[in-house]
């Protein structure tokens, strides 16, 4: 048989066409695009032309800025629909590698479709709770003197959450779509050139990227346009627009809590498929990665689409949303505080960062162009080199659009210089930004010695392999803590003495010079939403070259633009950690100001030496590791399924090893999709829940004992102290599963014996330990982190 495998001679199963099965009996298109498509193309076009020209209206009615952003995204989804014809038009190359991409598309397609109809039910159950609670809660004295009554408060709220929810859903939909399409022609385009092949990934990434960060740009721009012009802002009687910013909270909510089930389930999905894929087929069997003999490989390469684009797409929706919605929030508070004539400039600003973000990126993506080489690994550049390039353009791109940006909008006469202190404060968070994504590239890139230090314990067995991932992990949070720490500091500083004070002289421009470093850092979010989903793509067709069994100089290629896939995605990770710490801090001081409003006292500080309050902390720093501890529990207790039903498959068909019997791929597919969708509950539903138990618990407390802030001030403590935990330990997940991750592929190319050997074997098992931790625990905690400050600042008057 070994003789056989050498010479290519793998028998009939090879000779004839390898035909994938389906894991679904007909292709799944969301509801509305089928409604959609049966509408005629003329009344469909009719109907787009009254629809721009509403937008538009209402545009023009409320700022001419708010016209300038929309027609920003409108080209940016233009020009996304020319990177979808482009891609779609290479080819899938043979017709094994397309039915292997039908069964991975198809697979994808229907474990979203019940995904995310279980979310859209709990999303709906818990905006009639958000409804009821907005009916019976207090209203502010401004809210009062401006006719904005309960009711009207309720409706506006909830219509929020569901706006939010279904855009976050679509920003997966989006991610999971392309990845499925775009993964064979990558597959195919290898065969040809490597830097084709990395041209396609990346521009199949930018497709979904545009497309995320400009529908929360024009989502949020349409919310806040329509209460505008719906509620009259700024007629005499009616709510000033400094305080518009505050009915968008729900917006922000319903992307986090999509977001929240995304990441769980499809992590839970991803990385139990693979554990278990790993663990029989690579360590058992001593078969390669993605082999088609192996079970559970169809839903290894599924898992990577619904957990890593899908998931990834709601994450980063839902991280611009809420860093928009808390910088609009207090750029009106300090707007109002220094009576600054005309506030919209503050208030809008993030609007246009994120709409010159989507003119810098496509610059980036684009200048990744296709040049002529053998496809030879040795003839070409390194793919992470021209990633980085592309970078590097949208860095210096952002700097200077941003400098443009707070000229335009943040000039005041009330302090003419103050825009360039705010501009220093965008610089400092672009410089965050690439500080960030540094640090875990040389935590996780085996080109650097942490990785390669762990690969090497991995010579003197399992157990040393653990322990040195685990104190690379621990030692990769040192650095951007530090990182963090300079750039609140700094952009506070710089925002505080640009010079807009308040009507006693106190400087109020501290909070909003943080907002202002977080909207730099997030200024390339879509470059870098670009280069995390090059990682899924490629790995997908590194796994449909192994099936379809492509000579191995293919294959060769394939694994170099996985390896740097892998980096990538790390990458990514890292910096949606630190714009989670930067959002979070200013949701944070969002809330406060929120109490303060609700409760018309002064709320500025939290004493943490109040015991009650102390409890609070304690109680936010336990929920991220019990949140933890849940989301990998559930990854091993669904890949205990999946390794149980592989080991049975090849008990039960012996012929699997020897190409004679097919395995039962949608077995597999049928248990992780089913079993990640019931253990995605329970610490979904741990993180929804428990600020409103503790809020509610000590308020009532609070009313017994004299203290009508109590509940505000132990839930301000709560999220305070989960924050810090959450995003320690983010970073150690994140990095210690991507070194890990790394570790392996660095042994794979050839080094400390290659593949097959014992220092192999020991690092599957570090990057099986891994799994759980960088792509389901890991991106989990930021998404929690974010969806705790909103979900305070949404609930806040069951508190007070």
Known sequence: MDDDMEGGNLGPYQERLRVFPNMRTKPYTPLMFRLLMRINVRVLFVLMLLGFGAIFYIGASTSPIIVFVFSVCIISFLLSIYLTKWVLAKDEGPPEMAQISDAIRDGAEGFFRTQYGTI?????????????????????????????????SAYITVAA??????????????????????????????????????????????????????????????????FYVWLGVDSPGAMKVTELPL?????????????????????????????????????????????????????????????DCAARGADLF????????????????????????????????????????????????????????????????????????????????AVLTFGLSTRWMLYTEQAPSAWLNFALCGLVGIMTAYAFVWITKYYTDYKH??????????????????????????????????????????SYWLGHTAGLVDESGIPTGGLFGTAVATMGMLSTAAYVLTMDMFGPIADNAGGIVEMSQQPESVREITDVLDAVGNTTKATTKGFAIGSAALASFLLFSAYMDEVASFANVTFKQVDIAIPEVFVGGLLGSMLIFLFSAWACSAVGR???????????????????????????????????????LREMIKPGALAIISPIVVGFVFRVLGYYTGHPLL????????????TVSGILMALFLNTAGGAWDNAKKYIETGALGGKGSDSHKAAITGDTVGDPFKDTAGPSLHVLIKMLA??????????L
């Open 120 to 152: 859209s039910k709990m999303a709906v159950l818990l905006g009639l709770v958000i409804f009821g609670i907005y009916l019976f809660r207090s209203t502010t004295p401004q809210q009062e003197s401006s006719g904005l009554g309960r009711s009207t």
């Open 638 to 676: 669904t890949a205990q399924e999946v390794v149980n039903e592989v080991r049975r498959q090849f008990i039960e068909r012996p012929g699997i090893m020897d190409y004679k019997e097919k395995p039962d791929y949608s077995r597999c597919v049928s248990i992780v999709a089913s079993a990640s």
């Open 318 to 397: 839902e991280s611009i949303a809420a860093e928009i919605i808390s910088a609009m929030i207090l750029g009106g508070t300090m707007a109002k505080r220094c009576k600054i004539e005309d506030p919209s400039g503050f208030i809008l600003f993030p609007l246009v960062v994120h709409s010159f973000d989507l003119v810098i990126s496509s610059v980036g993506i684009f200048s990744i162009r296709n040049t002529r080489d053998s496809g030879v690994l040795g003839a070409i550049e390194d793919p992470m080199s021209i990633l980085q390039k592309g970078y590097s353009v949208t860095i210096v791109l």
């Open 449 to 490: 010695e942490p990785v390669r230090t762990l690969a090497l314990s991995s010579s003197t067995g399992h157990g040393t392999n653990i322990i040195a991932g685990i104190s690379l992990g621990l030692e990769s949070t040192a650095l951007p803590v530090l990182v963090i720490s300079i750039a609140i500091v700094s």
């Open 161 to 226: 959450f569901l706006l939010g929810a279904l855009c976050s859903g679509i920003a997966g939909y989006v991610g999971m779509w392309v990845s499925v399409r775009a993964n064979v022609r990558v597959s195919s385009a290898a065969r040809r050139s490597a830097r084709e092949a990395l041209q396609i990934a990346v521009r199949a990434g930018g497709f979904s990227a545009l497309v995320v960060v400009g529908m929360a740009v024009i989502g949020i721009a349409i919310l806040y346009s329509t």
């Open 790 to 799: 909103t979900i305070t600042l949404v609930m806040a008057p069951i508190f």
């Open 247 to 307: 009915l968008l909270v729900g917006y922000g909510f319903g992307a986090s809590f999509v977001a929240l089930f995304a990441q769980l389930g499809g992590g839970i999905y991803t990385k139990a498929a693979d554990v278990g894929a790993d663990l029989v087929g690579k360590v058992e069997q001593g078969i390669p990665e993605d082999d088609p003999r192996n079970p559970a490989v169809i839903a290894d390469l599924v898992g990577d689409n619904v957990g």
């Open 711 to 722: 509940g505000a001030k132990v839930v301000a403590s709560m999220l305070m102290f989960a």
